[in-house]
């Protein structure tokens, strides 16, 4: 890059709002070396194109949160921020949905169209409201942050465009910004160590022994047992407000659960699945002898030797926990979960299937041919948990301070789908469900979690 574009490219980062001249100089060194950060058309990867095709079935939004106890500062913070942008250009870029091929358009973009501090008197109001918002494809940032500052607290809220990455893209990407921040804030260290590696689903290949790969790319089937079990809503037509109910269990509670099910074989997620599974017979009316199937998704960065290498990205896929029973109670029910889940584990392909199908397709076609073939074939399950898991205090911690709290919600689901997110921190797990809905949806949500919670807390 010559030194006038050099100066324009100062400039630029400047009219972004980044206020720090070192960083920018230390930005645009880190950007000479990666030419792919200055592209200003960028490929729709598959999982993007998978999850464009969902906005049929879901808003597309991902949500998060994570609580501080300390006031972040709000400079740093947003320094920090644009960094990440022009290491990811992907997230600062419109959606174009063509027919032929979507791709992402970089976009130009000023922070505070990002990141929003406020300091609010109703935490829970200003965060409820805040995740009952959507980013339109054509917006020039495909996620939004809002710090909501509170009695010397600090409550970080994401929500984003679910193209950009899943929950464990999103773990990856707040791992590298709470380092960042935390080498900019104490050490002085310019905030651009963020990951710029491929986003393709390939990638979960390329450290597998080459002749399990290759069977790997051969597994075209993706069976799904046939299940007609849904929550029992009032109706099933699409609402547009966005109602999110959830619960917390206390560490005291969950630890026992879990080891629970360490006596019986059981892993934290048969807990959880369990739990659904049981309360959701609860509030049904479904009988002991019914079969019922839940879908879980797996996170296929197991495949990978180090996922930091990879890009911020979606990379998961789904099993089925397929009971013939659901068991007499909470506890036989956790030991058929147990059971199917050590059944799936036997299969080495478990998550793989139909991953090659879908590529093909994408390829094969136009984008809007493959769109409504995919649709013909897709099954969106009725009743599903997304598990995050165990968050990492530590990697989450910014300038030494980690959080006391954390929340996870998925994209908001067009009735019948009941996808329940979890995870787990300081030795709590906290579940939520977001769902296009109405006030008798969130009463029927808010009976059924009162049921899981009694689950758990019953062992």
């Not at 992907?90 to 027919?99: L, Y």
């Not at 710029?196 to 790969?213: Q, W």
């Not at 659901?326 to 199917?340: A, H, L, N, P």
């Not at 969130?442 to 807390?457: A, G």
Request: hydrophobic share 35%; charged share 25%.
């Amino acid at each position: 890059m010559s030194c006038i574009n050099k100066e324009t490219e100062y400039l630029t980062l400047k009219s972004k709002g980044l206020t720090d001249d070192k960083v920018i100089y230390d930005l645009i060194a880190h950007k000479e070396k990666l030419p792919q950060l200055y592209k200003k058309k960028i490929p729709c990867e598959m999982y993007d194109k998978v999850n464009l095709m969902c906005r049929n079935y879901m808003d597309r939004m991902a949500r998060f949160e994570v609580d501080y106890d300390f006031i972040i500062d709000e400079e740093a913070f947003k320094n920090v921020a644009i960094c990440c942008l022009e290491c990811a250009p992907f997230m600062h870029s419109k959606v174009v949905n063509s027919p032929l091929s979507p791709y992402w358009r970089v976009s130009d973009y000023h922070i505070d169209q990002m990141v929003t501090f406020k300091e609010v008197q109703d935490v829970e109001k200003a965060r409820m409201e805040f995740f009952s918002r959507e980013i339109p494809l054509s917006s020039n940032v495909q996620m939004n942050i809002g710090v909501f500052l509170n009695n010397g607290k600090s409550y970080v809220c994401f929500i984003w465009n679910h193209m950009c990455f899943d929950g464990g893209g999103y773990k990856s990407f707040w791992c590298d910004f709470c380092k960042n921040y935390s080498d900019y804030v104490l050490r002085g260290i310019s905030p651009v160590n963020f990951s710029s590696g491929s986003r393709k689903y390939t990638e979960i290949y390329k450290d597998m022994d080459k002749a399990f790969a290759k069977k790997a790319k051969k597994q075209f089937a993706n069976v799904s047992p046939k299940d007609k079990h849904i929550l029992p809503f009032e109706n099933l037509n699409k609402e547009d407000s966005v109602v999110i109910v959830h619960r917390d269990i206390s560490e005291e509670k969950f630890s026992k659960a879990i080891d629970y099910a360490k006596s019986i074989g059981a892993t934290v997620n048969d807990v959880i699945v369990a739990a659904y599974i049981d309360a959701f017979a609860k509030v049904s009316g479904m009988t002991d002898d019914e079969s019922i199937n839940v879908t879980c998704a797996t996170d296929l960065r197991r495949h990978l030797k180090d996922p930091s290498t990879i890009g911020y990205t979606n990379h998961v896929s789904f099993s089925h926990c397929f009971l013939e029973e659901k068991g007499t109670d909470y506890k036989d029910t956790m030991k058929r979960v147990s059971e199917k889940t050590k059944e799936l584990k036997k299969d080495p392909f478990m998550g793989l299937h139909g991953l090659p199908l879908l590529n093909f397709a994408y390829k094969s076609m136009t984008y809007i041919q493959a769109e409504n073939a995919v649709k013909l074939f897709y099954n969106n399950p009725t009743l599903s948990v997304s598990n995050v898991g165990k968050i990492d205090t530590a990697a989450f911690s910014l300038a030494n301070n980690p959080p006391f709290s954390a929340f996870v919600a998925g994209a908001a689901k067009n009735k019948p789908c009941a996808v329940m997110t979890a995870l787990t921190i300081n030795g709590r797990l906290k579940a939520s469900m977001c769902l296009r809905g109405n006030e008798k949806d969130k009463e029927l949500l808010e009976r059924f979690f009162t049921e899981f919670k009694n689950s758990i807390e019953s062992i």
